[in-house]
């Protein structure tokens, strides 16, 4: 039940042509306290249900329970989540060993791109993809959670 996992910006479009499929996502937050984020996510035909906990020092680390719940009943629960849904199309990219989910942000946070990695150390090593730019893990603004409070359009205008 503990994540591992990198954040980092992206600074090409290359991934869209290694990408071996593509999701829509629509997500929307219970609770947005650091400490507890409760996420309500559709995709396609699904539904899903997250808790997050407090990240690590690092910004790798933290406890996650994901259940899948019914495509109608995420549904519902989005239209009682916070102000701020975010809506976005996630890229699924191998390297190498690992897999990359690259998300394109629409609405108040278009113009944003992160790709994650998910890893089973710390200290994995991982190849890093050509369009892989600076490493954003730890940096609170690029949260989902937070993206969905102070989007992307506002601070990047500031």
């Not at 730019?133 to 969905?148: A, C």
Request: proline share 3%; hydrophobic share 30%; aromatic share 10%.
């Amino acid at each position: 039940m503990l994540e591992i996992e990198r954040k980092f910006l992206v600074k090409s479009d290359t991934y869209r042509k290694e990408a071996y499929d593509q999701i829509e996502i629509i997500q929307g937050f219970l609770n947005t306290d650091p400490e507890r984020t409760v996420r309500v996510r559709r995709t396609g035909t699904k539904g899903y249900i997250t808790v997050k906990g407090l990240t690590d020092s690092d910004g790798t680390t933290r406890f996650e329970w994901e259940r899948e719940i019914p495509h109608q009943e995420a549904s519902r629960l989005l239209e009682i989540c916070e102000k701020g849904v975010i809506r976005k199309m996630r890229y699924l990219v191998k390297s190498g060993k690992h897999l990359f989910e690259v998300d394109e942000f629409y609405d108040e946070n278009e113009g944003l791109v992160i790709a994650e990695i998910e890893l089973q150390k710390v200290n994995e090593t991982f190849v890093k993809p050509s369009w892989l730019g600076i490493e954003v893990t730890g940096n609170p603004k690029y949260y989902n959670s937070q993206l969905s409070i102070n989007p992307y359009q506002s601070w990047r205008k500031k």
